[in-house]
Every structure is written in structure tokens, then in C-alpha cells.
């Protein structure tokens, strides 16, 4: 295992890098009409980095052969990498609007927010599943699926959620409803809306040495704002920034029975060509290939939805999850 260590950007000119499923039935057209499946589905986050050579010879595959093996939409499986340093390639990176800088990027603290979540241990790679931490490198396929199917079987949903999104140039126009099942009295259920690159050839280090591999369904965004920005780094605060949870709940104290459904938009962006070749430039002396830049495709995009119950300011519940293609 690796130790996960964050690293701050200590301002928006430090041009460095800061360290650190199954599809959901929506008719398979993006106006059909949402239906909430009253079932429990579980979330694995897979946490990883790219430097991080068990991650390559041991948890990328247990995470992906884990992924083929699972036949339904009731494990939703991320892979996350909220860590950065000098070669974390796959790392949600985003320009910073509010200094109306085309060659500035900041990271996108939504990624620090959602591995808070998943009650790190400190190392990676890391298996979180449903609220609890299934391991480190030790972690296997079979032990991910049974987990999941227990998990499943066990749970009353409080909260069911469907979600379906379509591309509109470089726009992700999503939609998600949520219905409550078994609400708990008095809770505040929240959402994640996370962008997602569903594969990408790209670096990672395989036990000692660098290799291109097949990475599989990326954190790429989040389609959750803060008007109000995210202060992070050395007291920056970026406005407009993309948040794990949005700014307020998504459904007070519902009674059973009650839905609601919102719609998002997820704004695709890319720095400047000359920013890319100024960073892939070193990279390419070292290892032969880039920085693992997001080119957006919508046939290679997803989306999902994620429903936390609120249970502290710092942290939240895992409560259900849903996965849908970019149309």
C-alpha cells in the first residue's frame, strides 16, 4: 500500500499538481420519463492514484475484474483519485472561472470532499463499499460482490433515485429524481452528481514501473456548485467551484412516498492546447506519453447520482446510488 498524503496549492499561479456500474434503466432515451426503482443499490469507491504501484499491479485489476463480474445496476463502482502529486495524471482538474484565466486550473476539491466520505484509512489503494471499508491490497473481487449482495439484501432503501443525462455540446444536461421509501424522520438527504469517463488508456504504475493501462469509470466532475465558492489550499477561495453535495439538501424530512426531481448541468471544459503541451512536455521525457487529459465524449461519459443522509457538518451517510450513459 502507498500512504495518501494532500498536498495544498498554495495559490492559483503555482502551476503544479497538489498531492494528495451498471447502467441505470431510464428507458434508454433521454426524454423518457424517470422512474425510481425501489430497491437498495450499493456504491464502491475505489481510491487510487496513479503513482501508486499496488494500485496498479493490485487494485486496478481487482477493481475492473470486479466490474465485468457484476451482471446488474445494483453495484455502482467509481474509481477516485483524490490525491495529487507530480504524477497523478487522472486527478478531476477544472479552469478557474472566476480569475477568467483560460490557462489557469485548480483541483476540484469535490474529490478531498467525497474520499472524506469514504472513511479513509490513510493508504491506497482503498475499497470503500456502502459505509464501510473493505480493505486495502488484500481486497478481492468476490469479497467486493458478496459485500454488495449482503449489503443489498439487508438494507431497506430509505431513498431510491434514478437519474438520466444527454449531451448538449460540451454540456451534460442532467436529470435526477428521488423518491423517499423509508425515510428517516427529521434527515437531510443530499446528492453527488459525478461526471464520469467511463475508460481511458492512460499511465498508472504497475508494481515498479510506469505502463499505459486501461483505467475504468473515472470521477471526471461534479455537477454540484457552490455559489458561494471553496476555500482550500493556502486560504483560496474559487467561486463557483464544484462541491461534493451542493450547497443545500435535496429532500427535508420527506414524508414516504414523496419525490422530488431537479435537473443539473455539467459545463465541459479544457485548458489551452499550449498549457497541455507545457505539462505533458515533461512527462513525455520521463515515461514516453502525457498528462491523462479528459477529452470529452459523450458516448464514453456517465453520470451518477448518489444520495447521502446528512450526519454531521463533516459528515455524511451513504444511502443509495444510480448510474445512467451520457445520451
Excluded at 459485500?147 to 444527454?166: L, T, W
Aim: proline share 4%; net charge neutral.
Amino acid at each position: 500500500m502507498k500512504k495518501l498524503v494532500f498536498l495544498a496549492l498554495i495559490s492559483a499561479g503555482a502551476m503544479g499538481f497538489m498531492q494528495s456500474c451498471k447502467k441505470d434503466d431510464t428507458s434508454g432515451t433521454s426524454d423518457a420519463p424517470l422512474t425510481v426503482a425501489e430497491k437498495q443499490r450499493s456504491l464502491l469507491i475505489y481510491n487510487t492514484a496513479t503513482w501508486c504501484g499496488p494500485c496498479g499491479s493490485v487494485g486496478s485489476p481487482t477493481f475492473k475484474s470486479a466490474m465485468d463480474a457484476s451482471k446488474t445496476d445494483d453495484l455502482v463502482m467509481i474509481d477516485l483519485h483524490p490525491a495529487l502529486s507530480s504524477m497523478s495524471f487522472l486527478v478531476p482538474l477544472t479552469t478557474d472561472e472566476a480569475k477568467n484565466n483560460p490557462d489557469s486550473l485548480y483541483y476540484a476539491p469535490f474529490s478531498v470532499e467525497l474520499y472524506q466520505q469514504s472513511k479513509p484509512n490513510g493508504y491506497i489503494p482503498q475499497f470503500y463499499c456502502s459505509n464501510s471499508v473493505l480493505g486495502n491490497s488484500a481486497v478481492t473481487k468476490d469479497q467486493i460482490l458478496e459485500f454488495a449482495n449482503n449489503y443489498n439484501s439487508a438494507v431497506s432503501p430509505e431513498v431510491g433515485v434514478a437519474v438520466k443525462a444527454a449531451a448538449s455540446g460540451n454540456n451534460i444536461n442532467i436529470t435526477y429524481k428521488m423518491k423517499a421509501l423509508e425515510p428517516e424522520s427529521g434527515a437531510e438527504y443530499y446528492t453527488s452528481l459525478l461526471v464520469i469517463e467511463k475508460s481511458v488508456d492512460a499511465a498508472q504504475v504497475v508494481g515498479s514501473s510506469w505502463q499505459k493501462i486501461t483505467h475504468k469509470n473515472i470521477v471526471r466532475g461534479s455537477a454540484k456548485y457552490s455559489a458561494a465558492g471553496n476555500t482550500f489550499g493556502g486560504g483560496t477561495t474559487f467561486k463557483n467551484a464544484p462541491v461534493a453535495f451542493g450547497d443545500a439538501a435535496d429532500m427535508t424530512n420527506p414524508s414516504a412516498g414523496s419525490e422530488v426531481e431537479k435537473t443539473a448541468t455539467y459545463k465541459y471544459s479544457t485548458p489551452s492546447q499550449g498549457l497541455k503541451d507545457a505539462w505533458d512536455a515533461s512527462l513525455v521525457s520521463q515515461i514516453g506519453y502525457g498528462f491523462g487529459w479528459w477529452n470529452f465524449n459523450a458516448s464514453n461519459s456517465a453520470v451518477v447520482a448518489i444520495v447521502w443522509k446528512k450526519v454531521s457538518s463533516t459528515e455524511m451517510f451513504y444511502v443509495n446510488a444510480a448510474y445512467a450513459d451520457v445520451k
